[in-house]
């Protein structure tokens, strides 16, 4: 499944060749995905090569999907996609959620999921379950989110969303999205920033989130910048967020209050004070990741979230202070990276992580799940 | 090997039990290891338990063993271990290693390891290999050093020291002392900071050293303090070295030039000059440390090297600075922990990751080595 996941259109040869296996050992397993509606079979292929041309697979268009959802500061979203990881239905609601009770706020939610899912289902996809991004700490179980101070939170069971519902850090999800769908070529290492109203970072270390001893790694808005800066809401002084959180960068651009949108259209207008912020935002956001550049050694760094669509603002700044500070090793300008994800990011690796169970263990899926539209064996 | 270098003069039942095999199983392991003189009886153990008594076995302390070595700036050591990770024999001499010609330095080494091996063999004991500890970045085969600015080598093999010699950082290797023979139960998520002329630091994630993408993980003394701060030799400003460095430091203190020793002479005298300098460059350690707890999340952080001496100085700053600027989780001062290894650590670490290979791999080391006090089979 993966290496059809990864490749385009693939014969049951090149699957052979790609894993290892033998012909006709592949063939047999094509046969089960095929008969449990996991993969399509898309006309013959003909290569280059000499041999009788294959017969094409993909993975099914209308086989199992995810579905993502999020629980934003001011909005809410969901969407299901396919095991392409391509969204096939979305829905979205501006929200007043900081401080609104919990149980309102997921009612709402599952809404919003009941709709995307009945879209789904009858564009012939099947729901396998659901992923909540949520801008906090969730516990080990992913059944709870622990604590989101922005929302007001703390110890909320997302039980109400249904059984195969897990919550999971929205930071974490957008770096899971860059690794699986954001188009990097062996990409495995590396600081994923995104923001909404705090900074959040997620780290990816040999292909897997890199969480912690006790699940709060890479808090990347907490890291100092100036020791004796402005007073963060954590008590510390000079935080990374003091500089570039939402709300400090839109009040250095004289529009506090106001939404990350009206940041970016007085950037786009030239305002002097909003594109004042966003540099000194950007030089603070450097300092930050040029330390976790030196403790970890990533690969790459990549901008995304909300924060991607700021880049030709804050990015100048970033690279300014990652050049000067990172001199000990062949850091290169390429190796910050912008997302291509844009703000989709969270929301897809959210509803793709769901994805992910089928496609690393479709027998688990095969054996567990309903299958109406079960092709029969050839 | 595992459980017998856990546990203490443990019994063929309690080792079965441990590992989850049948006792005759274990049995005829341990014939094995006995007859390979990796294994000793002890005679009969009484323990208050039903049954005939147990013999207790232990690691042998005559068998193979592992030769730790250390390049400084100031000086050359060189070790033996046996099974246990205790030091045997022991060689140092001081020197004058900066800028000093590479072959030179490493044939002054290759005496005082020819020594100790010498004295070693005479004890009944069998060196298996050789790590050479190194301030500076090793290759991915491990017998090159890429770059150590402060020795001023650049791309130096180590293959004049034998076919069995490998080079490490010295910073992981006190990290992975401080993981194999540190004492600490449970530690397997740490930083590890320890300090000659640089700040050095290694991650240990899940029990395994981190070395990051391209083996630059851990350059916690090039993390920004304050970002306008004092040049630093790499050429950015305010990096952790430029207040904690051992030559900022002695600078600070008024006595350039000369060394740890007369610093820690001067601090325990009480000299103004010297306790100011050591409590701010421990307020410039805990800073840093801030930034990588906040990124990192380990279990603990742990202070070793030469560092672990001037502790009573150092760790209020770092102590104050880490519950000022870790507040979003439960840092427990206790977390902060101070090596009992002392400046043994790196070169007991050295030495006894040779002695690991044949731990985790005694089949290899049992068809490959020589064994001249092999005992018969049972």
Known sequence: MNALAAGEKVTRAAVAAEVGLTRATVSTLVDELLAAGLVEEQGAQRPGTVGRPGTALALSARGPAGIGAEIGVDHLAACVVDLHGIIRCRAASPAANRDRPAPAVLADLAV???????????????????????????????????????????????????????????????????????????????VHVSAEIGIGAALVVEGRLFRGARGFAG??????????????????????????????????????????????????????????????????????????????????????????????WLLPGVRRELAARVTDRQWRPEDLVTSRLGRDG?????????????????????????????????
């Open 219 to 312: 808090e990347l808005g907490h890291v100092p910048v100036r020791p004796d800066g402005p007073l963060c809401s954590c008590g510390a002084n000079g935080c990374l967020e003091t500089y570039a959180g939402e709300e400090a960068l839109l009040r250095a651009a004289g529009i506090p209050g106001q939404g990350p949108a009206a940041l970016r259209g007085a950037a786009r207008r030239g305002d002097p004070a909003a594109v004042r912020a966003l540099a000194e935002a950007g030089a603070a956001l450097g300092i930050a990741l040029s330390g976790a550049v030196n403790l970890l050694d990533p690969q790459a760094v990549v901008v995304g979230g909300p924060l991607a669509d700021l880049t030709p």
């Open 346 to 378: 969270v929301l897809r690796g959210a509803a793709y992580s769901a994805v992910r169970t089928v496609l690393d263990d479709p027998v688990t899926w095969i054996n567990s799940f309903p299958r109406p539209h079960r092709q029969p064996a050839r």
């Open 112 to 190: 919003l999921t009941a709709r995307v899912t009945e879209e789904a289902e009858e564009a012939g996809l099947h729901p396998v379950g659901t992923t909540v991004a949520v801008p906090g700490l969730v516990g080990k179980d992913r059944r709870t989110v622990l604590r989101a101070p922005n929302l007001g939170w703390e110890d909320v069971p997302v039980a109400a969303l249904g059984e195969r519902t897990v919550v999971e850090n929205e930071a974490n999800l957008g770096a899971l999205a860059e690794l699986w769908l954001g188009g990097h070529e062996k990409l495995a290492d590396f």
